[in-house]
């Protein structure tokens, strides 16, 4: 190859790179706030992909637009072009570059995997966990040492949260985005889940394993608070009297003003009967 | 349309190579069966249901017996029809006929008498889905290999070849492979 | 030699092609405008979707009939759309690219199409009955499949069952002629390492149909038995094992995606050279990745399946053999780069959609390595990132290369030229409306919004409009493409026997070919894609066919 077509290539290939790094470093913002430790590890392994795919886009789309737009047939030129049918060295390394970049890819996600270690380990005590239960449609968490349901998950910031995972009819889904944390609950089973909470604030749990008619609306919320707080609460929610909490799917389902028509649908279970009434959401 | 003549392309050797390519692809379903009856079986603590301690093999042992002996039996047949001797084809077809019949005869007094049923927890669903899959296939069996007697008897019939007979017994032996390992599973694995 | 007269069909008689034909030609016809009708029953009910989510409401449609929608949706564009029409269209063209009269088996092939009809029937009919069609989306996962608030036999899901039952059958029938034809009925001189990429492709691809539809066929069975009689395979109430069923279903419906993929691979490697006019870059390890994506395919299942109770150790397995298959199509990927550079481009209207093809699959790739990566699937698995994802593979790779070899073949198979300019304005509308539907499916995903919901919060609005006014964009987009299929067919410039001068035994005989198709069988004597070269496709050229010109 020549020498200025060497440095034309690097050229164009530093100038990818830095257009590469730069959205990696985007990345970050496309996500919901990282509001556990397992966010930041994620969100880490997310923007290293991106890095390398926006490199690997770029080069290949930048190949064929340049074709496109200058190795064009002349008008009337029906002519072929030069009977080039291969190159054995350009074969094997683009198997082999790939092939080590995606072993450095796994290995890299094997560890981030293995620093997660979300699926129960067994060394804490059962009674600290968390009682999850899961039905269609609606979510409870049970706190057993204190004696209160809730219909909102509360968790103290900068602990280990240990959550028991059951479902009571079909295959739901455990997902808190902002934790970049999911597990499917499978009826039947008892799942040991765990994460770390690390910012304070309020928010969302969905269901993300399609569990029937009003799926998308079984959603709460989960709340990260100072321990001092998630204390005041546990203490007040256990002095308050058990009512039932408010749940979407319960009140579609026996609001039959609407005037959409459709077939028929499994009836939601009642809602839960929760010492600590949240506004509905 | 399509003409009938045939054609520098067109031979027997298509059909008997589209017929493996089925049954290999045939044996795949069992095998799925196989591997979920694994799975159920391990993955249980109490895997026979409440009452049954253990499943009778005495009429099932038989049954091997018989369906294992019918694979040879189908062979000689198949021996007798290529040295051209059509009698002692259609006697030795007929008695396979007879075994595989036997053998699904068999099933049914087995099923008959089991003190469990298809709806009884996994092991039920499991085992008459397994056998039953199996005798649908020895049915089946028999009934190809009462086609290929009534075309015996039509004058000419094997003069472009015997794959008819061919690929029904070919399919005799899939079927009696399959049950042996059936056996195994159900019968002999604690 | 033979004494076949050989008539040119008549393309003017359509009752031909509502008979039962044993044609390999009809029959790809019949699959090809069969799938398309299906295809635009799949789109609107994906209207409804995008309608729907317009808001953050559940507000145009009761959430029974948006599940129904998406259900629904998902069932046909696979079985009814995707599968037929790549069906159809290898059984238009591998008997002609291999030099054969016919398929194998003609009257299995006829049986295997007219199966189509039938199972579609049975799909719509289920919109009729009481409970309406299935509504636990097309993968039917157990307990929620097994629900049942009629409390009647014959339910929608059960119709869906017979009917993906009936569709497998189809497809092995339809496996056993392919896998039969291309392996004994090549022409003279045709070695495997002389057949077209699309051949390969075609092979590797039913290859997988073979060993991975009985897997869903026993998963089928054992939920059909959970439906009707009460079994309790996948009932987790009776000490079923509800997991057990998903392992059963993407054993096949993941080697699936690759049965879509392969054969639109081909369609790329068939089509590049043509406008180009270079031959194939790497010819031999494009054709071998097709076999090494097909092994390998059948050990990726459970990335599907990673947030599902699945152990730590399967999840790594799966993570790694995941990673792997991207090698062999990144092999493919840099082969077609490596065939355009430096040739002699023409940006005809098949060239365009394999291009925009291309590249939508590029990003579908990446994101798919993406994927692998287990830590980050956790957040994003069951979101819309996996919906764009998928979509950029299903409409952005398969559906513009499939309309990219409808255009590419059109005057072979017609007779006629098709008006380019509406073809370069149906590529236009889908490029832009492929992306726009389903580039903010993405950040959608990051965001946390799960997949299959009637309903979402009101921060995800942005990005949901978006989409769906590409959605609509795409419904537009197929009014071109329909006038010109029927406008093109019935008024279209007669076209000659190689409008493309590209290299091929299809392109040696005439547009439409003989019923026929060869008046003798082709002697091969050369590797295909030979452009720029001098070597002759085949020994006996003046022999190929009577000159009725």
């Known amino acids: ?92 390394i683009w198997t082999v570059i790939p092939f080590i970049l995606v072993v450095w890819i796994a290995f890299y996600s094997y560890q981030v995997y293995s620093q997660m270690s979300i699926q129960g380990s067994k060394d804490h005590s059962d009674s600290e966990a968390i009682e999850v239960y899961s039905r269609q449609w609606a979510w409870e968490f049970r706190y057993p040492k204190n004696n209160v349901v809730s219909s909102e998950l509360h968790l103290p910031v900068n602990q280990r949260a240990f959550l028991k995972l059951q479902s009571e009819d079909v295959i739901h889904g455990f997902y808190v985005p902002a934790f970049r944390v999911k597990q499917d609950i499978i009826p039947g089973k008892t799942i040991d889940f765990e994460f770390t909470p690390i910012l304070e604030g309020k928010y969302r749990l969905r269901d993300s394993q399609y569990s029937g008619t009003y799926f998308a609306a079984m959603q709460s919320n989960v709340i990260v608070e100072s321990p001092e707080e998630y204390q005041r609460w546990l203490a007040s929610s256990a002095k308050a009297k058990r009512t039932p909490s408010y749940n979407q799917a319960y009140q579609e389902f026996n609001n039959k003003k609407s005037k959409l028509r459709g077939w028929r649908s499994i009836k939601p279970a009642e809602p839960p009967l929760v010492n600590n009434l949240s506004p509905g959401e | 349309m399509s003409s009938n003549v045939l054609h520098e392309q067109e031979n027997p050797g298509n059909s008997k190579f589209g017929f493996i390519v089925f049954l290999l692809s045939e044996s795949i379903i069992f095998l799925s069966f196989f591997v979920g009856y694994i799975v159920y079986k391990t993955n249980s603590q109490d895997w026979l249901p409440l009452g049954v301690t253990e499943l009778d093999t005495k009429g099932p042992f038989i049954n091997t017996l018989v369906l294992i002996s019918s694979s040879f039996v189908i062979y000689i047949a198949e021996r007798y029809l290529h040295a051209k001797n059509l009698w002692g084809f259609r006697i030795f077809w007929l008695l396979t006929m007879l075994m595989g019949i036997f053998f699904l005869y068999g099933q049914a007094v087995e099923w008959q008498g089991l003190p469990f049923s298809f709806t009884d927890g996994v092991f039920g669903g499991a085992f008459y889905l397994l056998t039953g899959f199996h005798g649908l296939h020895v049915l089946t069996g028999v009934l190809l290999q009462s086609i290929m007697l009534q075309r015996s008897f039509v004058a000419g019939n094997y003069d472009k070849g015997e794959y008819g007979v061919w690929a029904t017994s070919i399919f005799w032996h899939f079927v009696d492979v399959i049950w042996v390992i059936l056996y195994l599973l159900i019968y002999m694995w604690k | 030699m033979t004494n076949i007269t050989n008539v040119a069909i008549e393309p003017a008689n359509w009752r031909r092609y509502f008979s039962f034909s044993t044609d390999h030609k009809v029959i790809g016809i019949q699959y090809i405008v069969t799938s398309f009708f299906f295809f635009l029953v799949g789109g609107l009910l994906a209207m409804v979707v995008r309608g729907e989510l317009i808001t953050p409401e559940s507000d145009l449609v009761d959430r029974t009939v948006y599940n129904a929608m998406f259900t629904m949706h998902g069932t046909i564009m696979l079985f009814l759309w995707t599968f037929p029409v790549l069906a159809g269209l290898a059984n238009y063209l591998v008997p002609l690219m291999i030099g054969a009269r016919d398929m194998a088996f003609p009257r299995l092939n006829a049986v295997a199409f007219w199966l189509v009809p039938l199972l579609g029937t049975i799909m719509m009919l289920s919109f009729l009955v009481p409970g309406g069609p299935a509504q636990a989306g097309w993968w039917s996962y157990p307990p929620v499949s097994l629900q049942n608030p ?114 639109v691979f081909g369609v790329f490697s068939e089509i590049f050279p043509v406008y180009a006019r270079k031959p194939l870059f790497g010819y031999k390890f494009v054709a071998v990745s097709s076999i090494i994506i097909t092994i390998l ?34 092999v493919k990927v840099f082969a077609w780069v490596a065939t355009i550079w430096g040739g002699k481009l023409r940006l005809n209207t098949p060239m365009l959609f394999a291009l925009g093809a291309l590249v939508m699959f590029l990003f579908a790739g990446i994101t798919g390595i993406m994927l692998a990566a287990v830590p980050f699937d956790i957040h994003v698995n069951n979101t819309y990132f996996i919906v764009g994802h998928f979509h950029y593979v299903v409409y952005g790779a398969a559906v513009l290369g499939i309309y990219a070899a409808l255009y590419h073949w059109f005057p072979k198979i017609t007779g006629h030229m098709y008006y380019e300019g509406l073809g370069k304005l149906h590529f236009i509308l889908t490029f832009i409306g492929t992306n726009l539907t389903f580039f903010p499916m993405h950040p959608l995903g990051l965001e946390g919004m799960p997949r299959r919901v009637a309903s979402y919060d009101p921060e995800f609005t942005f990005w949901n409009v978006l989409a769906s006014i590409g959605a609509f964009l795409l419904g537009v987009s197929t009014v071109p493409f329909i006038l010109n299929m029927i406008g093109s067919w019935s008024q279209g410039e007669k076209a000659p026997k190689n409008p493309w001068r590209a290299i091929g035994l299809e392109w040696l005989i005439s547009s439409p070919p003989m019923i026929e198709n060869f008046e003798e069988l082709p002697i091969v004597t050369s590797e295909p894609y030979g452009y720029g070269g001098d070597h002759a496709l085949v020994a006996n050229l003046e022999h190929l066919e009577i000159d009725h010109e």
């Open chain 1, 1 to 92: 190859m020549k020498n200025s077509t060497i440095v034309k290539l690097s050229i164009i290939a530093l100038v990818l790179a830095a257009i590469s790094f730069w959205s990696g470093q985007q990345s970050y913002s496309w996500f919901p706030p990282q509001a556990s430790l397992e966010a930041k590890l994620i969100d880490g392994l997310f923007s290293f992909l991106v890095s390398l795919g926006t490199f690997i886009f770029l080069g290949v789309l930048g190949t064929l637009s340049y074709s496109v737009l200058f190795q064009r047939a002349a008008k009337y030129d029906y002519s072929d072009g030069p009977a080039i049918e291969g190159n054995n060295t350009l074969e094997i």
């Open chain 3, 150 to 263: 009629t409390g009647n036999l014959i339910t929608g899901q059960v119709l869906w069952v017979l009917a993906v039952a009936i569709s497998g059958v189809s497809s092995i029938m339809g496996a056993v002629n392919f896998v039969t034809t291309i392996f004994r009925m090549r022409a003279p001189g045709m070695t495997f390492f002389r057949m077209p990429v699309f051949v390969w492709t075609v092979l590797a691809a039913q290859i997988i149909q073979l060993f991975g539809l009985p897997a869903l066929t026993a998963g089928a069975v054992m939920l059909l038995f959970d439906l009707t009689v009460g079994t309790s395979f996948f009932d987790s109430a009776k000490g079923g094992d509800p997991v057990l069923f998903q392992h059963f279903f993407w054993f096949y419906s993941h080697p699936a995606v690759y049965v879509i993929i392969l054969p």
């Open chain 3, 297 to 330: 395919s059948a050990f990726v299942w459970v990335h599907h399946m990673f947030a599902s109770g699945t152990p730590p150790w399967m999840r790594m397995v799966f993570m790694a053999s995941t990673m792997l298959i991207s090698v062999p199509t990144g």
